[in-house]
């Protein structure tokens, strides 16, 4: 939902980064990277993003900006 991944759309690492701190162990790395990659399966098969053909990264689809944004504010409103 951040406005710099709207155009060239985002790749795992880039949530990686936003989630964890940095990992200097090769098995959390590993780990995290695994978490990320099933959070991402996860959006896709709910409809909420798609992947750019051809390359690495992926994008909100319309319908699930929506969704999120929805989600977001309810959140913020109701659960400070």
Known sequence: ??????????????????????????????????????LLKRLHLHGLIAKIPRSRHWRVIHHGHIIMTTVLTLHHEHYP
């Open 1 to 38: 939902m951040r406005g710099e991944h709207a155009t060239n759309g985002f790749c795992s690492q880039d949530i990686r980064c936003q989630l964890f701190k940095p990992a200097t162990y090769l098995p959390r790395s590993t780990r995290q990277s695994g978490r990320v990659s099933r």
